[in-house]
């Protein structure tokens, strides 16, 4: 069985992916640190993050046993992807290796922005998560200051509304739900209700219901 779970920044799809792939038993791939990775990069190695030839050799040439995800997890790093990720040869790079992942015997949970549109259209089911950019802000924000990161609320919430025009208005693999993808909104929702919610969705077409 494949799954994808796409949706914005912060909205709750990779937390809900790991735990789904967890219940099912299968393997999970979290695409958003493939472009994490790619910008983390670009910049380590001194290239403008707007250089489409050297982004495109990084994304390449990325090893994606190797990355590092505590420091890909930064504010900084997913800025970086996301100006990455509109580049046509950095998308082009990437996709062979998700497209394996997903295919791979047995099936596999992946979640971004494309798992359900571009990577996987094949996928048995495919979840769009969302929630307002406002409590997205909130949850990163929160998850921020734990980690001790120093963050004002309205700079979060800044940068996730940047971030989401950005992802949703490149030309290529915006930001869209597949046609076939189940909505789930969890901005009224906390993790065990999404997780609960996500379960129906997935168990729906088997216990031969309609999905919600
Ligand atoms: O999901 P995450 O915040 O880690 O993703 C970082 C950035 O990588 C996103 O803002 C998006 O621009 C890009 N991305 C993408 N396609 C994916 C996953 C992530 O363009 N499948």
Same mark, same amino acid.
């Given at each position: 069985?494949?799954?994808?779970?796409?949706?914005?920044?912060?909205?709750?799809?990779?937390?809900?992916?790991?735990?789904?792939?967890?219940?099912?038993?299968?393997?999970?791939?979290?695409?958003?640190?493939?472009?994490?990775?790619?910008?983390?990069?670009?910049?380590?190695?001194?290239?403008?993050?707007?250089?489409?030839?050297?982004?495109?050799?990084?994304?390449?040439?990325? %090893?994606?046993?190797?990355?590092?995800?505590?420091?890909?997890?930064?504010?900084?790093?997913?800025?970086?992807?996301?100006?990455?990720?509109?580049?046509?040869?950095?998308?082009?790079?990437?996709?062979?290796?998700?497209?394996?992942?997903?295919?791979?015997?047995?099936?596999?949970?992946?979640?971004?922005?494309?798992?359900?549109?571009?990577?996987?259209?094949?996928?048995?089911?495919?979840?769009?998560?969302?929630?307002?950019?406002?409590?997205?802000?909130?949850?990163?924000?929160?998850?921020?200051?734990?980690?001790?990161?120093?963050?004002?609320? %309205?700079?979060?919430?800044?940068?996730?509304?940047?971030?989401?025009?950005?992802?949703?208005?490149?030309?290529?693999?915006?930001?869209?739900?597949?046609?076939?993808?189940?909505?789930?909104?969890?901005?009224?929702?906390?993790?065990?209700?999404?997780?609960?919610?996500?379960?129906?969705?997935?168990?729906?077409?088997?216990?031969?219901?309609?999905?919600?």
């Amino acid at each position: 069985m494949i799954i994808t779970v796409d949706g914005p920044a912060a909205s709750g799809k990779g937390t809900l992916a790991r735990r789904l792939a967890k219940h099912y038993g299968l393997p999970h791939l979290d695409t958003g640190l493939l472009y994490r990775g790619v910008g983390y990069l670009m910049i380590r190695e001194n290239h403008s993050l707007d250089d489409p030839a050297a982004a495109a050799r990084v994304a390449d040439a990325l %090893d994606p046993s190797k990355l590092d995800q505590k420091a890909l997890r930064t504010d900084a790093a997913g800025e970086a992807a996301s100006r990455v990720a509109a580049i046509p040869g950095v998308r082009a790079a990437l996709l062979k290796l998700q497209q394996d992942f997903a295919r791979q015997p047995g099936g596999a949970v992946l979640d971004g922005r494309d798992t359900g549109t571009v990577i996987a259209p094949d996928a048995d089911v495919k979840l769009f998560v969302t929630a307002s950019p406002e409590e997205r802000a909130r949850r990163r924000h929160r998850e921020l200051v734990a980690r001790g990161e120093a963050a004002g609320y %309205d700079e979060v919430l800044a940068d996730i509304k940047k971030r989401d025009e950005r992802d949703s208005e490149r030309s290529i693999a915006p930001l869209k739900p597949a046609p076939d993808a189940v909505l789930l909104d969890t901005t009224h929702l906390d993790i065990e209700a999404a997780f609960r919610a996500a379960i129906e969705i997935v168990e729906a077409p088997r216990a031969g219901r309609t999905r919600p």
